[in-house]
């Protein structure tokens, strides 16, 4: 048995895995860190009694996902969604709604509901769906402590979260076809901002700015 402790964004737990072999795999899953992270235990070499094992600590975020749209985004928003719920990278979906095409609950509403779970800590992130990608942005941006983009193509997906730590990504159904939205969303799970990098002050700057 080994033992050890793990931080991630600023919070330690302690982790445990239990060899599955006496082989020693080349990689193991430690036991969940947290709600926003899994950690894999890689020996890069095989140990020996000569040479003991090398190991290396791969900690792979997981996210809790707010959804949400109006009635031209349902569609969109149900797909992704279970691509979400099978993705081993997001451990809870949240989903504020539409549900059907016939509710017809304004975007604004979708939007700051999903964006108060984020600004509030009850998601990490959220995905929003209407029409354009336009309307769901602009609500969300009004809720305190929130950053969201509406974005159609990869770079502008990637640089959302590296450069501007956007919490929020926000399609348009009319806009973007159905199997390029899935791909971008996936992607999006990828990407972790660096509080250490050379954007964390612009971020800060655009913080500052809200009334």
């Known amino acids: 048995m080994m033992r050890g402790v ?11 895995t239990t060899t599955c072999s006496p082989a020693f795999p080349s990689v193991q899953l430690i036991s ?18 000569k040479n003991p094992p090398i190991t ?7 996210w809790r996902i707010a959804m949400g749209c109006d009635e031209a985004g349902v569609s969109y928003k149900n797909a992704i969604k279970r691509d979400f719920e099978s993705d081993s990278r997001v451990s809870e ?21 999903a964006a108060r779970l984020v600004a509030e800590g009850k998601a990490d992130r959220a995905l929003l769906v209407c029409g354009t990608g336009l309307g769901v942005a602009i609500a969300a941006n ?17 640089r959302s979260v590296l450069s501007n730590n956007a919490q929020v990504l926000c399609m348009g159904e009319r806009v973007v076809g159905l199997e390029l939205a899935r791909r971008l969303a996936k992607e999006w799970l990828g990407y972790e901002f660096d509080e250490n990098s050379a954007s964390a002050k612009k971020v800060d700057e655009i913080d500052q700015l809200e009334a």
């Open 6 to 16: 793990a931080r991630c964004r600023g919070r330690a737990s302690e982790v445990q």
């Open 93 to 113: 979906v949240i989903d504020v709604g539409s549900g059907e095409t016939s509710d017809k609950t304004a975007y604004p509403t979708r939007a700051a509901a």
């Open 56 to 62: 290396s600590y791969i900690m792979a975020p997981t």
């Open 142 to 158: 009004k809720i305190k402590g929130v950053r969201a983009v509406t974005a159609h193509d990869s770079f502008s997906v990637e």
């Open 32 to 49: 969940s860190l947290s709600n926003s992270t899994r950690i894999l235990l890689a020996f890069t070499k095989l140990p020996s009694k």
